[in-house]
């Protein structure tokens, strides 16, 4: 199991390449980057990764909604060569209200259009060229649409949890990046659907990157407190309660990974044996910077244990 962290753009691209450093010095395998309507994740993506050799980085996730296969392959392919074949992209079907609220586009036939944009984009980045043509997307470039030096192509992952997105995602992606799923909805409903869909089309077992908001701290109950204050914003969407409920939780917070070295050790190897093959630590500033590098510490041991 590889074990990495999520960070966010600090005041300045310099700092951001800093904190990335000290991640991978503290041996960490990978960062990831949100997609948010400010800096552009890709290519933020692509300096760390070219500022810190060894470090894989990954876009966790950009919305389909408002964006085009053509452009989307253009960007990770750019990252991929930047980075020597580091870069992870990831994609995601967003929400109703982001989507309409920012683009002012309708929010509709979701799985369809992932469908068809996994399509056309797994085209292009593996044969540089696509002739796609949907019900939603067109994808047919007069020119080349190859980056010199991408390789291997793109691993392609989506940030699927519900049971059309998973299945989808394990005929046409490379895994996927489901956040605040505890490990009983891992394992009782998120491994096993998208396993079997990619069994089903003859793919190999998809990789399950799961996101886990957690800090390693002496005080618990305040940092549980802003946890609980920081991650309710998950819990407007329907998508996030139900995996929140098929966790065994009922808030977002419950599933935040709080408390001692020991017991933050527990939580990955329980994720582990839900079937994640790789942990990828969020929130992990909730408590300040000393638990910050406490819980970075920890992290950095189990990866390389």
């Avoid at 020119?143 to 005929?171: D, K, T």
Wanted: net charge negative.
């Amino acid at each position: 199991m590889t074990i990495g962290v999520s960070l966010a753009l600090q005041d300045r691209i310099d700092p951001t390449v800093q904190l990335a450093r000290e991640a991978h010095e503290a041996g960490l395998r990978s960062a990831w980057f949100g997609q948010t309507f400010a800096y552009d994740s890709p290519s933020l993506a692509a300096i760390v990764g070219r500022e810190v050799p060894g470090l894989h980085v990954g876009t966790s996730a950009i919305p389909l909604f408002g964006r085009h296969p053509l452009l989307v392959s253009s960007q990770a392919q750019t990252a991929q060569a930047a980075t020597d074949g580091r870069y992870h992209l990831g994609l995601a079907l967003g929400t109703k209200y982001l989507t309409e609220a920012g683009f002012g586009i309708p929010y509709e036939r979701p799985i369809r259009l992932l469908r068809e944009f996994l399509t056309a984009l797994r085209q292009l980045v593996e044969t540089g060229t696509a002739d796609f043509h949907g019900e939603l997307l067109t994808a047919t470039p007069p020119l080349p649409a190859s980056v010199p030096g991408a390789e291997p192509p793109v691993p392609i992952l989506v940030a699927a949890m519900g049971p059309q997105a998973l299945r989808v995602s394990g005929e046409l992606a490379d895994g996927i990046l489901p956040l605040l799923a505890g490990p009983r909805a891992l394992a009782e409903h998120i491994v096993p659907a998208v396993t079997a869909a990619a069994e089903a089309v003859g793919r190999p077992a998809p990789r399950i990157v799961a996101f886990v908001p957690g800090v390693v701290t002496a005080d618990t109950d305040a940092v549980r407190q802003t946890a609980t204050e920081s991650l309710a914003f998950y819990e407007q969407f329907p998508s996030y309660q139900r995996v929140i409920g098929l966790s065994g939780a009922t808030r977002a917070a419950d599933l935040a990974v709080i408390g001692d070295e020991e017991t933050v050790a527990a939580e990955v190897r329980r994720y582990r044996e839900a079937g994640a093959t790789e942990v990828v630590f969020i929130a992990t500033d909730l408590g300040g910077d000393a638990d910050r590098r406490r819980t970075w510490k920890l992290l950095g041991e189990l990866a390389n244990s």
